[in-house]
């Protein structure tokens, strides 16, 4: 099992040009979720998926976007790349039943982006 | 709202001395999951222990123990006699039912394990 494939690992930006970070899982599972981390915090969630089709912003969505087409993929938009995107991005999923505990988060390899 | 306190930055202990990273929750909730994880400086996250609001028994795990008290709301995690290879950051982190199993992250604690 592949778990959660993260492309690219690492890719260097300059201010105003646009990419997707690509996010693929293979455990069928229905959350998926994006997550930043900038050094010396924790991590902060961007975008999450309750399932394909679904998607709704986390705690800091702004200069991002994303889609979910199908269960696998979670793709990351940064449409005009500034400065203060430059951080390690991670991609999670986990498999969450209605009405249920909480699922355990299996994360990527995490994206480290730099603009410059 | 959420929050998750770690007030350890960065921690420095021998090889063999014991260590507990310190976390602190807040939430409304009455029903709610602690979790731990370890980043080792490979970089990726692994998961260490998921522990639900109604079960305050502690867990140990080998050289891993974590100490659950709701009265303090606090979820300490204890590692006996320390190896080198415990060096890492470590995120405590915390979900609220209702949240769609939005994980709300500490700032996390640096454990750096010498010889």
């Known amino acids: 099992n592949a778990g959660v494939t993260q492309t690219p690992k690492f890719r260097i930006l300059k201010i105003g040009q646009s990419m997707t970070l690509q996010c693929a899982q293979d455990?069928?599972?229905?959350?998926m979720y994006w997550y930043r981390q900038d050094p010396g915090m924790g991590l902060k969630l961007i975008y999450y998926?309750?399932?394909?089709?679904?998607?709704d912003k986390g705690e800091v969505p702004n200069g991002y976007n994303v889609s979910r087409s199908t269960t696998e993929d979670f793709p990351l938009r940064l449409e005009l790349a500034a400065p203060s995107q430059t951080s390690v991005y991670f991609c999670?999923?986990?498999?969450?039943?209605?009405?249920?505990?909480?699922?355990?988060?299996?994360f990527g390899a995490g994206s480290r982006l730099t603009v410059l | 709202a959420q929050k998750v306190t770690q007030a350890q930055t960065e921690i420095s202990v021998v090889e063999k001395e014991d260590v507990t990273l310190d976390c602190v929750y807040e939430?409304?909730?009455?029903?709610?999951?602690l979790f731990w994880y370890k980043q080792p400086p490979s970089g990726e996250l692994v998961f260490l222990i998921r522990?639900?609001?109604?079960?305050?028994q502690n867990e140990i795990s080998g050289r891993y123990s974590w100490n659950f008290q709701k009265s303090t709301s606090s979820f300490n995690f204890t590692i006996t006699a320390s190896q080198v290879v415990d060096s890492a950051v470590y995120f405590c982190a915390l979900r609220s039912t209702g949240t769609a199993s939005k994980l709300t992250f500490g700032t996390g604690t640096r454990l750096q394990v010498t010889l």
């Open positions: 999670a999923s986990s498999y969450q039943r209605p009405i249920a505990g909480a699922n355990v988060l299996t």
């Open positions: 522990r639900n609001s109604f079960d305050e």
């Open positions: 455990m069928n599972h229905n959350y």
């Open positions: 939430t409304r909730d009455t029903t709610y999951y």
């Open positions: 998926s309750v399932g394909a089709g679904i998607t």
